[in-house]
């Protein structure tokens, strides 16, 4: 089920296509809580539902709070939430999920993503590593937050092994 590409803002992409859709479902399945993480999840794969979908985004219902830290006043600028991303391995492009209907499912570059998003009020996830790394911003004010899974110990465990040899 591929479609393809259309045209956006500025030569920028929006993409539909399996790949994206696997990606999304990756976010809701990381960063959302049951029932929310199915509802999103069954929206997305739907294109005539996306409009639910990207209004769901507005507010901050069922995230995760195992994955969730809300970032605090003083560090919600663009230029401090980038680093926040690049610090935990966030790659320069992201895929955008998005309220607004012309930011929804860009790819982009991060530093355009964040510049589009931060302080606009528009409920939006730049998701970065697929259901590994992400930013979410809701419409209620200072409303941001980082989303971050830990990798499975079993990922993790063999890199600590090779560090402590």
Not at 51 to 68: C, F, I, M, N, Q
Not at 95 to 112: R, T, Y
Not at 148 to 158: G, H, I, N
Request: one cysteine or more; hydrophobic letters at 40%; proline letters at 7%.
């Amino acid at each position: 089920m591929l479609r393809t590409p259309a045209p956006l803002i500025g030569g920028l992409e929006r993409t539909t296509n399996l790949l994206v859709m696997e990606h999304e479902a990756a976010v809701f399945e990381a960063f959302f809580v049951e029932p929310q993480k199915a509802r999103l999840r069954k929206l997305s794969e739907d294109p005539g539902s996306r409009p639910k979908l990207r209004s769901y985004l507005a507010h901050p219902k069922g995230l995760d709070p195992v994955t969730t830290t809300r970032i605090a006043r003083g560090n919600q600028s663009h230029a401090q939430i980038l680093e926040l991303l690049r610090s935990e391995g966030a790659p320069e492009m992201a895929h955008l999920i998005s309220e607004h209907s012309e930011w929804d499912e860009m790819n982009v570059p991060l530093d355009a993503a964040l510049a589009l998003v931060v302080g606009m009020g528009f409920g939006t996830i730049v998701s970065c590593i697929p259901g590994r790394l992400a930013y979410y911003e809701a419409e209620d004010r200072n409303a941001r937050f980082l989303l971050k899974k830990r990798a499975p110990d079993s990922l993790v465990a063999p890199i600590l092994r090779q560090v402590k040899t």
